[in-house]
Structures are given as C-alpha cells and as structure tokens.
C-alpha cells in the first residue's frame, strides 16, 4: 500500500490547548493497489444527456506515487455534459469530507456527488490545479443540486454511494487520472463560520487621502486625524483608501473612532465588478469602551442602493471599500475623529479560514498570509523555487504561528542568485483542518534591446496599452512613455485606445484635442498604430435617443478627421451586448448605421469596426446585421476560461463566415480584447473568473495569438491589457495585464517578446500535422536567408515529439522565456522533450 500524507506537521498537531491542535481520522477506501476489487468502480456516460463516451480502468500512468491509480476517460465529441466513476459504498461511517489525489487537464470540470441512506443524491462542483497531483478535500456542504431521498439538499447519514465527474467544459478528448480516495470521519460541520477580522486600520500602507467629491478647504486627514468643517458650505467630506478587498463574506461592520460628530450621517461605498454600493449608513455614537462607533449591515442588505456594471444589486466577487464620507445634514460645525479601525463580522468555510498571496519585493519572495480565526493558530509553510523548465531551485519549510482576527504575517525568503530568465517561487500553507491554495510568486527577467519603432500595420501583435488611462499630468505622461517603451522593446505594433467622448468634447461644439494628441505622438513614436474606441456617452447629451445619437456621430466624425493621417480604422462602443450599453439592444445597429456614414464622410480611407462583443455573441452579431447595420471588420473579445486550442481556432472560423459579405468574401475579425487574470482565489466569494498563474497566463497568451494568426480569420490581436490595473491580488481586473503596476514584467511579457522577436517578419504558411494531441504550426520568414520556424506544442502530456529534417543540423530551440538550446540531429530526426500546453519554436532551414 502506498503512504497516504495527512493532517499537518507534528510539531503543529503537538501544540497543546488550541482547536486547532488535532487532526481527524482519515480511511483509506481506494488506492488501486491494496484495496482494488475488480468491479467495484462503476463507470458512467450520462446517459441524461446523450453523447459522452469513455471509460474507467485502473493504470500505472494514473498513480500519484508508484503503483496504480484510477483513470476516468472522457470523448465529449459527440456530444453529452459528463462521464463519471461511481463508488457504491456499505457501511460507511459518518463522515465529514472526502479527500482525494488528482490530477486533470486544464478546462475540465469536475464535479462531485455523494447519495445518502435515504437516495438523495447531492451534487456540487469543487476544482484543482491542471497537469499536477493535488490532493484535494471535499466538504459535505455548499451543495448546488439535489434530488431523490428526502429531496430537501440536506445530508441523511453516510454516504451509499459517491462519484467523481469529469464535465464537457474543457478538451473534447482527455482523462481525469485520481488516486488515494480517503474518508475523513465525523459529522458533516457548518457550511459557514463566522469571525471578527480587522478590515481596516487606518494605517500608512492602506494609503487613506481626501475624497476628491467636495473637500476643497472643508477637510483635511493627517495620519489617522481627519478634520472636517461644514462652515464653509460643504454638503459632503470624505476619505478614500487605496481600493482592496475584504476578505471573507462581509456581513456587518463597525467602525471605530475617537471624538465626536454626532450631527452628521455617515455614507459608505463599496464596490464589486463594475458595480458601486452606497448607502447612509447612520451617525457615530458614543460605545462603552470611550471610542465612538458606527455599526452595520454590508451590501447587499437592505437599503444600499447601486449603480454600474451588472445593475442588478447583487455580489459579483469579493466587496472592497471604496470609501466612508460625513455628511452636513443641514449643520454647520468643524471638529475632527481620530479614525481607530473598522472591524468586519465575515463569513467563510470553516477550512478555507486562511488566505494567502505571494509577490516579489526587490531580493525576496514573500508570502503573507492572513487568517480568520479567534486565537492564534500554528501552521508551516513550505516553499519551493523553480525554473521555467519545472526544475526545484530552492526550498525550504518554516513553522509559523498564525495570529487571530485575520492579522498578517509574512514569510520571505530570497531570490536566488542571477541567471536566471524565469523563477516562480510557490508557497504552501499546512494548517490543521485548512484547505489554502498555494500561492505563487514570480520573478521574469528584463528583455534586451530596446525593438523597432517602425510601425507595422501588417503586424498581427496588438496589445491593450490604454494610454488614455494615464493622467495629463507630468508624472502621468511619463508613465505613459515608459509604458509605450516597454511594448515596444517588446515588439507591440498595435494599440487600442479609448477616445473618451466626454473628455473629447466635454462641451457641445467644443473639442480639445491636447491630451490624445500626446496618446496618438506616443503610441506613433515607438512604432505603434492606433485604432480607436469610440466611447461612451457624454455627459451634456442625450443617451439613447435620436438626438443623442447624432451628437455621438458628430464627436466620430471629428475624431476622425483630426486623425486622418494617424488612425485608419475606428471602432464603434465596446461590448454593446452587455451592461456597457444600457439601452435598447436593437439601438445599437441605429448607432452603427449612422457612426459608419459619419466616419467614413469623414475619411473615406478609414474601417469601421464594429458589434465588439462580449465573448462571441451569435445571436447579437446576427441580430445587428438583419437590421442593416454596415461594419468593414467585426471585433470580439472571446473570454474564456480555458483554451482549447482546436476549438478556438475553430471559433475564429465560424465568427469569420458568419459575418460573410454578400458577395461570399469573409470580412476580417479582430480580437480587440482576449486574456487571462493573474492574482489570488478569494476564500468565500467567486468573482466568476478563477485566476491562472503568471506561468500559464504566459503560455495562454502564445497560444492565443498563434491560433488566431492560424485561424486565418483574425489576423489582428490586442492582450487585456498590458499594465495590471492595480494592486489588489483578489481584483481579477488589477491582474490581466502582462507588466505590473510597478512595470515589472511578468512572464507574459517575455512571452510576447520572445514570440515577436521569432515572428515579427515570419508569416503563417501552414499547419503541421504531428497526429492527435499536439498543434504544429509553419511560418516562414521574410529576411534572407532567416529560414522557417515550426512552433509546436503538446495538449494533453508532457511529451517526446520527434521531428523529422531533411538534414542532419544543428537546429536552435527557444522556449517561451527566450531560453535558447541547440539539438544536433540524428538520422534526420529531432526528438524534443516538451511540457504540455507550452510552446516552443524550431529555428529550421528552408
């Protein structure tokens, strides 16, 4: 029998007096070895949804460490939602969780089911990394369907059966390998625990300053001291924290301070995706302990009110403060509050109490983690540091205890010495009874020279620099030189920039131009070509009404006669079939029709882009074509999350016919947003968008823009976006792009450097069949005498592909990171060890 690792070090669970001090009893039901009985395992198709094919066995290749382990197949070709394998169950005891080693491929669902004695049947959905063995916990609760039994979603006894299912949301063909399956004994706990964590303190890192909203000689914050006066006039004063989030699920705050403003209501907002939460939340009153306090309900409770993005009043991801003002209600007096802190009543699973999130600080990786607990807990943490090729650098293990009340500690350990293009440092947190995803850190190194500034409108590699987000002031465009600097020393030749209507024209007939002069002369003096976004509403018009629209058409076609040397093509609004248009859907196409005329009046030289939709909406794209709308190129933006890469390619096909001209001739379709988010899982609340690793956000990128050049339907790509954001680890929108707040690169960045540099005078030729499971792209190279590049890659495994040449040479192999290795052939044959999903690029003679 192979040894089975639970529970958390020993010097932890020998801390004597803590809660926290024991580990539960765990019982190995399958390990395929030891415990295997022929026709145990029961293999399902789901047969509810016709179309899935595959099959269960027991295989070497499924064991985790030595052995055997159990490996579930999966043919979604046909058709179908899931296969599963099923384990009937007799005398089970109690039992308060499973836990089971697995390893998927990425973008494949999973889901798990446990029926009790009455035949109830309880399903819920649970997740882990892709391509590596993680040994994953499944709680008994968070159920998201149920029925048979008792059909009432709650748990009766022990299970009689369970179930591992692999689900039709990723590759059509794979295999789900598990191993190790273990009950963890007792009763099922709570499905939530409540704690007290400290939300905000006050202090020099939470970077608290004046609200810009009406503060004007009426407020003043020094340190932790705000000092209001209502003398002068003002209706409102307030102070704003550098934006983060809350962690755990909010459920009442209270906010502390020493002094006294009993007049003056008090106004909070939060924010959650696009959407802002406000409400008035009471005055400070006087509490028993000296201070003066405020407490209350956190949205989505009764009497918020909100505003922006999904406008529908809910959570969407995890709550960050945005910001707490006083208002005047009629009185007119000055004074002042010591702020102390705000205090948090949050809600979380009772084993993902801990949170942890990794980044480089200059020499040092660093880990901090945070805990919601009532008393110290002891942990370890274990920390490993590795190359691009997965090979350990470093690593280590340190005890550490773990304050209550969510308080952060901090693990840092060095980077390692020079040489190195890539490092990613992961950290993994053994706490008893806890589930805490590792958290990963991530060194990339600069890339040399300093690219081209010739533009190249042939160029297929875009990128969302948003140099219109930069301010205009000194400090601002010199952020934004340096942003345009570091595209293009990496080979960035397009950029999609917002032409603000409202900052354009901010009065009927009045246009300043100065600060997108600066963009365009930016973007144009490192070689980079500009299209534009024509966006939104004004503020002194009319939206969604005739008038309106004829206002917006005027601003379109003012920008594009200013620009008419500088910017070719113009896009027309952003993802219309969502909130980002809040009118009548079929308005949308009235816009388009007349934008098109105006623009194209205007410069008759310049494309209309339009529909930009989010993902790729079919039924919006048609809609809007039957009403007549005219566009020259279709823009999408096909988020997903995870990327199939025959399917994509084929996506791009289809969104190309689609949008077919009369006469049968494909228009062009441009991916004018397309990424992936870095950055940490929240422990209580889903933002909709699981964050991917700085490793994988790297290969995701390659992949996406070689297939889309392959497609031969989208020959023009924009990453969202090149600079994250900002700093809040949990904000799935700080952590899309590819440098960070601070302009360090991440591994993305040398990914599109490397691919640029290999490709920038290359041009798709072919695709390479090299069999099932493994993509092969041709691209020939323009230069003289520069040869071809083959890039290929596996997408299942980790595999050996051989490549056959004609001759025996030497043939350079460069990875992602720019690492270059030479392979001498042998026979005329290349064998090349690849890891699945990860490009690498073959430098041939033609």
Not at 316 to 323: D, E, I, N, Q, V
Not at 639 to 661: G, I, N, P, T
Request: neutral net charge; hydrophobic residues 40%; charged residues 25%.
């Amino acid at each position: 029998m192979k040894a089975v690792a639970i529970g958390a070090l020993a010097f932890v669970l020998a801390v004597a007096g803590s809660r926290f001090a024991h580990a539960a009893e765990v019982r190995l039901i399958e390990d395929f070895d030891a415990t295997w009985k022929e026709g145990r395992w029961q293999f399902s198709d789901g047969a509810e949804f016709p179309g899935a094919k595959g099959t269960l066995a027991r295989s070497k290749e499924a064991a985790h460490s030595g052995g055997h382990g159990g490996r579930l197949g999966f043919d979604f070709s046909g058709g179908g939602n899931y296969v599963a394998a099923v384990l009937p169950l007799a005398d089970a005891p109690p039992i308060r969780a499973v836990r089971v080693w697995i390893r998927k491929p990425r973008g494949t669902g999973l889901t798990f089911r446990y029926t009790d004695p009455t035949g109830q049947t309880l399903q819920k959905p649970f997740d882990a990394p892709a391509g590596t063995w993680t040994d994953v916990p499944i709680r008994l609760s968070g159920w998201t369907g149920h029925w048979g039994g008792a059909g009432d979603g709650r748990i009766h006894g022990p299970p009689t059966m369970i179930a591992l299912l692999a689900e039709n949301s990723g590759p059509t063909q794979g295999a789900v390998f598990f191993d190790d399956v273990r009950l963890v004994l007792g009763k099922p706990g709570p499905e939530m625990v409540t704690e007290e964590v400290v939300a905000a303190r006050f202090a020099p890192d939470e970077q608290w300053r004046l609200s810009s909203h009406g503060n004007r000689g009426t407020s003043s914050l020094a340190g932790r001291t705000w000092r209001f006066d209502f003398t002068k006039g003002a209706e409102r004063v307030g102070i704003v924290p550098k934006e983060y989030s809350l962690i755990g699920l909010p459920k009442r705050l209270r906010l502390r301070a020493r002094g006294a403003a009993p007049a003056h209501p008090v106004r909070v907002q939060f924010a959650t995706h696009f959407m802002t939460f406000e409400k008035t939340v009471g005055a400070f009153k006087a509490a028993a302990d000296g201070h003066v306090e405020l407490t209350f309900a956190a949205p989505p409770a009764e009497g918020w009110t909100w505003h922006g993005g999904e406008n529908d009043g809910r959570v969407h991801g995890p709550l960050r403060l945005r910001g707490i003002w006083l208002e005047a209600a009629g009185t007119k007096d000055a004074g002042e509050l010591e702020l102390v802190d705000i205090r948090c009543q949050a809600q979380c699973p009772p084993d993902r109490r801990c949170i942890v999130r990794a980044e480089r600080r200059g020499d040092a990786f660093v880990a901090t983690v945070r805990c919601m607990t009532g008393e110290p807990m002891p942990a370890a943490m274990h920390w490993t540091v590795r190359d691009w090729s997965g090979k350990p650098v470093a690593s280590g293990t340190r005890a550490v205890a773990l304050p209550a009340g969510a308080e952060a500690i901090e693990v840092s350990v060095p980077v390692p010495p020079p040489g190195h293009t890539f490092l990613e440092a992961e950290f993994s947190l053994d706490a008893p009874d806890q589930v805490t995803p590792p958290a990963l850190a991530y060194y990339a190194a600069p890339v040399e020279g300093h690219g081209t500034a010739a533009r190249d409108p042939a160029s297929p590699f875009g990128m969302g620099l948003y140099l219109y987000r930069y301010p205009g002031n000194d400090q601002g465009l010199s952020e934004m030189d340096r942003a345009a600097t570091m595209a293009q020393a990496a080979g960035v030749k397009w950029s999609r920039e917002e032409f603000g209507w409202g900052r354009v024209e901010p009065r009927r007939g009045r246009f300043d131009w100065t600060f997108y002069d600066r963009v365009v002369a930016t973007a144009t003096r490192h070689g980079i070509t500009v299209y534009g976004l024509l966006a939104y509403w004004s503020g002194w018009t009319k939206p969604y009404t005739p008038e309106g629209m004829e206002d917006y058409c005027r601003y379109a076609a003012a920008c594009a006669r200013r620009y008419r040397d500088d910017i070719r093509h113009w896009e027309v609004w952003n993802e219309p079939n969502i909130f980002f248009w809040k009118g009548p859907r079929d308005m949308y196409a009235d816009l388009l029709k007349r934008a098109y005329a105006a623009i194209k009046e205007a410069n008759p030289q310049a494309q209309v882009l339009g529909i930009s939709t989010a993902g790729i909406d079919t039924k919006f794209i048609e809609r809007t074509m039957a009403l007549g709308a005219p566009f020259d190129i279709l823009t999408i933006h096909p988020y997903r999350r995870s990327l199939d890469d025959e399917r994509f390619v084929e996506d791009m096909k289809k969104a190309a016919d689609l949008v077919r001209r009369p006469d049968g001739t494909r228009r062009e379709v441009w991916i004018t947003e397309m990424g992936w988010t870095t950055g940490v899982g929240h422990n209580a609340i889903s933002a909709g968008f699981r964050p991917t690793s700085q490793r994988d956000q790297a290969q995701l990128l390659a992949r996406a823009y070689l297939g889309a050049v392959a497609s031969g339907a989208a020959p023009n790509i924009s990453w969202y976006d090149f600079r994250n954001d900002g700093r809040d680890p949990f904000n799935f929108e700080h952590n899309m792009g590819i440098v960070t707040r601070d302009f360090e690169p991440k591994p993305a960045y040398r990914a599109f450097a490397t691919m640029t540099r290999i490709l920038g005078d290359a041009r798709f030729d072919r695709t390479v069949d090299f069999g099932p499971d493994v993509v092969a792209y041709w691209f020939d190279r323009e230069t003289p005498g520069a040869g071809c590049v083959l890039v290929i890659w596996p997408t299942d495994k980790d595999r050996t592909v051989t490549v056959k040449v004609s001759a025996d040479l030497p043939v350079p192999v460069i990875d992602l990171m720019g690492n270059r290795r030479v392979i001498t052939l042998t026979g005329g044959n290349l064998p090349i060890a690849m890891r699945a999903e990860v490009p690498v690029f073959l430098l041939l003679e033609k």
